[in-house]
Antibody
Framework: QVQLRESGPGLVRPSETLSLTCTVS??????????WGWIRQPPGKGLEWVGYIYYSGSTYYNPSLRSRASISVDTFQNQLSLELISVTAADTAVYYC?????????????WGQGTLVTVSS | QSALTQPASVSGSPGQSITISCTGTSSDVGDYNYVSWYQQRPGKAPRLIIYDVTKRPSGVSDRFSGSKSGNTASLTISGLQTEDDADYYCSSYTSASSFIWVFGGGTKVTVL
């Protein structure tokens, strides 16, 4: 059973960089069948894709983030990472690590528990 | 990237059936069968309940069913139970953006 767990600072200052890590257990992050990514949810609002990555290293980002996001994988640690630069209060959200199998495109059946990141001085 | 359109809220009594709509365009829901639905209870991560418009993952109750007509996908919950009180989100593939996945704005289901 694949499990995801996010970790990282809960508070980030405006204009600084948000950095999160997701540890994947029960499966390989470099498996050809999976896409891994990040989905966020501002308090009281809906879901929004940040972006995702394939084992080959190909990355795909939501254009609404205006090139501020970067997703990478560490195959040795079996971890997924997110960096979001130049954050503002609008980036305050619960960030979920997520994954889906290539045979069911877009059907996210793996979710972390989520981690709240607040952007505030 | 425009979100898919869902009603803000839907309510029903226990035992009733309700339907949540998810309206898109011919660039997403209308032309592709990659529509998923998620249930999110308060303080919890979303859970996949429907994928590929009509399919249910293993372990999901058959009270949940999905369908599509034109540019609108629908989620029907039959035999409404108190545990169905939650937020529901649709998602679809889209060809209208450089990013291929889009969510709906979410629907709050209240079991009266």
């Amino acid at each position: 059973q694949v499990q995801l767990r996010e970790s990282g600072p809960g508070l980030v200052r405006p204009s600084e960089t948000l950095s999160l890590t997701c540890t994947v257990s029960g499966g390989s992050i470099s498996h050809v069948d999976y896409f891994w990514g990040w989905i966020r949810q501002p308090p009281g609002k809906g879901l929004e894709w940040v972006g995702y990555i394939y084992y080959s290293g190909s990355t795909y980002y939501n254009p609404s983030l205006r090139s501020r996001a970067s997703i990478s994988v560490d195959t040795f640690q079996n971890q997924l990472s997110l960096e979001l630069i130049s954050v503002t209060a609008a980036d305050t959200a619960v960030y979920y690590c997520a994954g889906y199998i290539i045979t069911t495109p877009g059907a996210v059946d793996y979710w972390g528990q989520g981690t709240l990141v607040t952007v505030s001085s | 990237q425009s979100a898919l359109t869902q009603p803000a809220s839907v309510s029903g009594s226990p035992g009733q059936s309700i339907t949540i709509s998810c309206t898109g365009t011919s660039s997403d829901v209308g032309d592709y069968n990659y529509v998923s639905w998620y249930q999110q209870r308060p303080g919890k991560a979303p859970r996949l309940i429907i994928y590929d418009v009509t399919k249910r993952p293993s372990g999901v109750s058959d009270r949940f069913s999905g369908s599509k007509s034109g540019n609108t996908a629908s989620l029907t919950i039959s035999g409404l139970q108190t545990e169905d009180d939650a937020d529901y989100y649709c998602s679809s593939y889209t060809s209208a953006s450089s990013f291929i996945w889009v969510f709906g704005g979410g629907t709050k289901v209240t079991v009266l």
